[in-house]
């Protein structure tokens, strides 16, 4: 792991607190679920680890006019700094089609285990307690409202995310338990799946009492 060792000080730089939907500690709680997701698996955990301390590296605003290009960018980003770990250039190749494949902008399926898990790894990031907080994180930089005061649920009106926070629980973030790749991501996407839509029931039952 003397790669990652090198690498880790290289991209550190790159995730700051401007966004705390993805500064340094989002990667350190991605690490953490990929290791979990890779227990048992035969992968090659270096290149998985090093793709999940790169996949960030550029990161745009939701409301970007390229923000689909990010993942892109950031694996063009990486090359350099994966060379300068030691990385051969096969592995780079094939950490950067892993940091290409985890965005869900671009709706890409994963073609390899590796890029499965850390798809579902980052995705999983979105989900449960933190979910709720990178949420609200994303909704203030994008300034819009906590929720439509005359129909919070969207019963009677379409959905509308870049509007609404709350909208977007239901536009993504409870559509991604059917998403994930592997079983074990599957089960924890479900339980803080259940976690949110708690809070989001209790949201409601605050607003209407």
């Not at 890779?38 to 923000?67: I, S």
């Not at 629980?169 to 949110?196: C, D, H, Q, S, W």
Request: charged share 25%; with cysteine; aromatic share 8%.
């Amino acid at each position: 792991m003397k790669r990652l060792e090198i690498l880790i000080p290289l991209v550190k730089p790159f995730y700051t607190q401007e966004d705390p939907a993805h500064d340094w500690p989002h990667i350190g709680r991605v690490v953490a679920l990929a290791r979990k997701l890779a227990q048992g698996e035969t992968v090659d955990l270096p290149c998985l680890l090093a793709a999940v301390y790169c996949h960030d590296l550029v990161n745009l605003p939701k409301d970007h006019p390229e923000r689909s290009q990010a993942s892109h960018l950031a694996a063009q980003k990486a090359q350099p700094l994966l060379f300068q770990s030691g990385f051969s250039p096969i592995e780079i190749e094939k950490i950067q089609q892993c940091v290409i494949e985890h965005s869900f902008s671009k709706g890409l399926k994963p073609t390899s285990l590796e890029a499965a898990i850390v798809q579902d790894s980052d995705r999983l990031d979105t989900l449960g307690a933190i979910g709720v907080l990178r949420c609200a994180s994303v909704n203030t930089q994008m300034k819009t409202s906590f929720y439509d005061p005359f129909d919070p649920l969207a019963q009677q009106r379409e959905l509308n995310d870049k509007k609404f926070m709350v909208d977007h629980y239901f536009v993504k973030i409870f559509k991604l338990p059917e998403l994930m790749n592997t079983a074990k991501g599957k089960a924890e996407a479900l339980k803080r799946v259940e976690f949110m839509q708690l809070f989001l029931s209790t949201l409601v039952s605050e607003i209407k009492s």
